[in-house]
């Protein structure tokens, strides 16, 4: 058996979800890559995959020995890197993970920029806004807004976002502007899914008195920009990041609200799992996105 190619596979099965997936990564057979996972299996003497005919999962053994595997491949790309005289040069696959809207606006222009200065790096980026497993599922480095998650966890701080209350003229025209925070409980708030706590609205007086206030609307989403847009059309207030509403607000199509209140300024990590050696990839990119988002606000 090659230890090494069954490793690869069976990573990537994981990864892609699927036989068919990781044989397209890996540029193999859906047969070969199908051996290389059974023969892993015999060698181990245990069951990694429970397999279906709609998903894969893995079984507890394999949800242990996957995240040895990643930790394993991970430590043997850095040994080449270091045997070959590369462990400065960014090369392989970096695994990444960010919320969508942060992904699309300020990691897609990002990832361009870096990957025209090292051509031998290529990613592979999946965007969601739960909170994913970086070690369980195999990600080199998420970008994570507010809080950096588990303990074992390494977090670079990038830069920070601010969130906006803001309405569409049309609204305000309609129903009239909120005058205190407390004004907020009697109009249509349009509520995000993963804001904690997920329908309190927090604002911060000019002196400084944090506003906690119990809202509620007719819409309600896991996706911010679906919120904005319908709050542009006039569908309500929304409390959203800068990097999502700062467009609507330049074109005034959606205007601030509450003047002498401002929202939270959260935090934007690089997060990526501790390792004794991190890879040349992992540690550029970082860098590069500290440099990045700090010379121009996010």
Not at 14 to 43: M, N, P, Y
Not at 94 to 114: C, D, H, K, M, Y
Not at 152 to 167: H, Y
């Amino acid at each position: 058996m090659d230890r090494f190619a069954a490793y690869k596979s069976f990573a990537q099965v994981v990864e892609s979800g699927s036989f068919a997936r990781a044989a397209e990564r890996l540029t193999l057979s859906t047969t070969a890559i199908s051996k290389h996972v059974a023969d892993l299996e015999a060698h181990l003497h245990t069951r990694l995959l429970n397999r279906t005919t709609r998903k894969l999962s893995l079984t507890e053994s394999g949800q242990a020995f996957y995240g040895r595997c990643v930790q394993l491949l991970h430590d043997l790309e850095e040994a080449e890197q270091e045997a070959a005289g590369a462990a400065g040069i960014p090369r392989g696959t970096l695994r990444l993970t960010s919320s969508v809207n942060f992904g699309v606006r300020q990691l897609a222009p990002a990832i361009a920029e870096f990957a025209v200065r090292y051509p031998e790096l290529k990613f592979d980026v999946q965007l969601s806004d739960r909170v994913v497993d970086l070690v369980e599922e195999g990600f080199d480095l998420a970008i994570r807004i507010g809080r950096p998650g588990s303990e074992n966890l390494v977090a670079r701080r990038l830069g920070e976002m601010r969130v906006i209350l803001c309405a569409s003229p049309v609204y305000v025209k309609a129903h009239g502007a909120p005058s205190v925070a407390d004004d907020l409980a009697h109009h249509n708030c349009l509520t995000y899914e993963y804001s904690v706590p997920r329908s309190q609205w927090r604002l911060h007086d000019a002196d400084g008195k944090e506003h906690q206030v119990q809202v509620s609307g007719t819409m309600h989403s896991n996706n911010g920009d679906l919120l904005a847009e319908a709050a542009a059309h006039g569908s309500g207030i929304v409390f959203q990041p800068d990097f999502i509403v700062g467009g609507y607000l330049q074109s005034g199509r959606l205007v601030p609200l509450l003047p002498g209140y401002e929202g939270a300024s959260l935090p934007i990590y690089a997060v990526y799992p501790s390792r004794k050696h991190l890879s040349a990839k992992v540690r550029a990119f970082v860098d590069f996105l500290i440099t990045q988002f700090n010379s121009h606000h996010i």
